[in-house]
């Protein structure tokens, strides 16, 4: 009787180790995205609008889950180097010239893609800060 | 038979809000003294107006005064490669554009304030990509001395190049309502949706005004 109860303590540790866990990377999430909000907010928001919805055919909407997933190792270029080469979203060419953002650091650019990426319709999860100087290193 | 009184009370009541509103008209005043038929002195109050002016607008074509005559419009300063303040201004000028498209009454004018880079043919370009390009919003080049002068003394508008600044220029977002009679009666901070709200409201009551 005494092992039952010992083991089911033990599982009940486990159990609570597994759920600390999960949370602290809900609690990464939850940081990520409001950090991320608050940098779109300052630096996308007058070109990419509120709810990402882009402006004209100046600026694209960030709505196409399609091609943010399709070009996810690239979104930290766009943001770093900015873009001037023609995309195809939501089935319109856009090729205005998107402005570099040189001063965000990679945890800044890991926030802001982690919004985006996780706002407007789209839900793509977690994107680590440590993605951000390996794909900056294969920027096309 | 008291009750009776209250009827034309409540009747002025109702006459005070049903008033017509009136906006101001802004910019220096001059006061002109003038002498009729009979020789009494008259005076009267010169508002400040836009002076004329020569631009050449999205499609190359020279405009002036005439393309604004008998219309109220809204004015601003801007620049195609900015990314600051003005994509917010146009993305909030172009929702008053969809509420006035195709009306006689209302027109449209944005200066370039980059004199180097946005000649016509670049306005023309942001103009489509925007998805404005029709002669009801005028996108217009003029030289600096020329766009800078109207800003600062006529439109009361500061602008001027700064090599320090994100993009070389630095600009402020105000949209100019002008009358009829070319006076300035009101001016709105294009970067917030609650003042833009404000405008759309004073075009109304402009457009009413007899």
């Known amino acids: ?140 | 038979m008291k009750k009776y009184l209250l009827i034309p009370v409540l009747a002025a009541l109702l006459f005070s809000c049903t008033q017509d509103k009136k906006l101001p008209i802004y910019g220096d005043k001059e006061a002109k003294i003038t002498k009729d038929a009979d020789g009494n002195e008259k005076i009267d109050t010169v508002y400040k107006t836009i002076p004329n002016f020569r631009f050449l607008n999205q499609d190359s074509v020279y405009i002036n005064q005439d393309t604004f005559k008998d219309k109220i419009y809204v004015a601003d300063f801007f620049f195609t490669s900015c990314s600051t303040i003005c994509p917010i201004m146009h993305r909030n000028m172009k929702t008053i554009f969809d509420k006035y498209k195709g009306n006689k009454d209302v027109m449209f004018l944005s200066h370039t304030i980059d004199f180097k880079y946005d000649k016509p043919s670049v306005l023309k370009r942001y103009a489509q990509k925007l998805g404005v390009d029709v002669p009801q919003w005028q996108f217009v080049w003029g030289d600096k001395k020329e766009v800078y002068g109207l800003a600062e003394k006529d439109y009361l508008v500061a602008v001027q190049e700064d090599s320090a600044a994100t993009d070389g220029y630095v600009h402020q977002g105000w949209l100019v309502l002008i009358d009829k009679q070319k006076h300035i009666r009101g001016a709105y901070d294009g970067t917030k949706p609650e003042e833009v709200e404000k405008l759309k409201a004073d075009m109304d009551i402009l457009l009413a005004e007899k």
Do not use: W
């Not at chain 1, 996780?118 to 440590?130: A, D, L, R, V």
């Open chain 1, 1 to 140: 009787m005494k092992k039952v109860i010992l083991y089911s303590l033990l599982f009940l540790a486990i159990a609570a180790i597994i759920n600390a866990c999960q949370s602290a990377d809900e609690i990464e999430m939850a940081k990520y995205l409001s950090n991320g909000k608050d940098i779109y907010e300052s630096r996308c928001q007058n070109c990419h609008g509120k709810n990402g919805e882009g402006l004209g055919e100046l600026a694209p909407p960030l709505t196409d889950t399609v091609f943010l997933k399709a070009n996810k190792q690239q979104l930290a270029c766009y943001i770093k180097n900015g873009a001037n080469q023609p995309m195809l979203i939501n089935g319109k060419t856009y090729q205005e010239k998107m402005p570099a953002f040189k001063d965000l650091h990679d945890i800044d650019v890991a926030q802001v893609i982690v919004y985006i990426t996780n706002s407007f319709g789209n839900k793509q999860g977690m994107y680590k800060y440590e993605k951000v100087a390996i794909d900056l290193n294969n920027c096309q």
